[in-house]
DNA sequence: TCAAAAGTGTTTTATATACACCCATGT
DNA sequence: ACATGGGTGTATATAAAACACTTTTGA
């Protein structure tokens, strides 16, 4: 590697795709209307420019916060955008994240500027600004990807969860409809949910037990080599 | 986003970890020797500054092309390393990639100056200036867990290949023994290998058939939701 | 008492694993 | 004729898939 000190830079900015997830509701995506050009007024991933004096993950945790008021979640690097036109001002590359939300408990009015940001079906997206759509289909696509062998399935819905809410969330993402009974077999054999002892409250029909998942036994079973596995 | 315009950027710049197979050998990874500091005179991933003018991708290709000779082979990004202190003088942003090259028919001698590139087994790498290690370790991760998913490894083999070289490789990567018999049935259930007819030349045993990768037919069984699995 | 979702087992089928010998070729 | 790796099949165990009814609860 060879290094000069002065010369052009790309401008280095992280965008984020926070998905959310309510039980009973469909996965939503967070989005922000631009208020500047280019594209203002549209719909845009929340993100903006990495400092010099910060790492590129704690930009991306840092705009999140700003921009939707978002903090505390699961957060994960997805991919770099490096192609020449992505930006039409000037060469920009971008680090996208995705992020992972329970929508229960993360109310949007602890934003900045709430107005500006809104949760969207994946079926209703709006068009979006500069290559926003191929990020939000390239999240999407690791999400899909990446739920089938580690368990960040967990992230989207609130610490204590049913059974149906955690099979509706995988029917959603993977777009196929499972098996009661078998998706229930395997889950509990795995021996991941803490059975909270709790029910579901005020649902108009029989309530269904809580369970939790037990991330410390997940990571010491990893280190044994278990997979998780759906 | 939001948008400034003249603000300090961090460095951008690409960095390659290049794995080489040659059968009857073991998976090797390219570094060179660096000529200027810091660092001076250690190992390193080849790699370097990304121009304005360029893509992200077009400059891991360049920069391979340029220090190695390496050029035409499978390259993927890897991941982006953006933490403060990976560069002594500034700070500087990393897009890493890696590569996969088939040893037979890419002779190093190609490189700009290739008494500065040479391959090193995994078992007897230098230390390497940098984050170098970290991101090399990322890499091998990444081909440990891609190679079970996508037919990634007949990167790593000549066109025509013997049943026998492509265990040895998934061993090696896996860094477990595979069933000779269950190894092959998998493959050739498949029906991705082409039989080409030919045989290996001037063994001192029993010659091996040799196949190639359908890649054409990969493409369409993958359309219609076929997985290649290992 | 009805509606709505929770909860539960067994059979069948497919896939993964374990395992040992003969074959072809060059020296 | 011997050494070296090439090539092959079957039996067993494990996991996946298919499938329907009873239970609980609130309205």
Redesign the pocket.
């Known amino acids: 590697m060879s290094y000069t000190y002065d010369y052009p830079r790309p401008a280095l900015t992280v965008d984020c795709v926070v998905f959310g997830f309510e039980p009973a509701s469909a996965l939503k995506v967070l989005l922000i209307r631009r208020k500047l050009p280019p594209y203002e007024g549209e719909w845009s991933l929340p993100g903006g420019f990495v400092q010099v004096s910060e790492s590129v993950d704690d930009a991306a945790v840092r705009e999140l916060q700003e921009e939707t008021g978002v903090a505390d979640v699961f957060l994960e690097q997805l991919y770099t955008f490096g192609s020449l036109q992505r930006d039409p001002r000037e060469r920009v590359v971008s680090v996208a994240y995705y992020a992972l939300v329970s929508l229960q408990g993360h109310p949007l009015q602890a934003a900045t500027d709430a107005s500006d940001a809104q949760w969207f079906a994946l079926s209703t997206l709006p068009s979006l600004g500069f290559d926003h759509r191929e990020i939000l289909e390239c999240a999407i696509a690791r999400l899909r990807s990446k739920i089938r062998y580690e368990p960040i399935g967990f992230e989207l819905l609130p610490k204590k969860f049913?059974?149906?809410?955690l099979q509706r969330l995988y029917e959603q993402i993977l777009e196929r409809e499972l098996?009661?009974?078998?998706f229930?077999?395997?889950l509990l054999k795995m021996d991941l949910l803490i059975d909270t002892e709790e029910?579901?409250q005020?649902?108009?029909?029989?309530?269904?037990?809580l369970y939790a998942f037990d991330t410390t036994k997940y990571i010491e079973l990893k280190k044994t080599g278990f997979n998780f596995?759906l």
């Open positions: 049913t059974l149906s809410q098996d009661k009974r078998n229930r077999k395997k029910k579901e005020s649902v108009a029909h029989r309530a269904a037990k596995e």
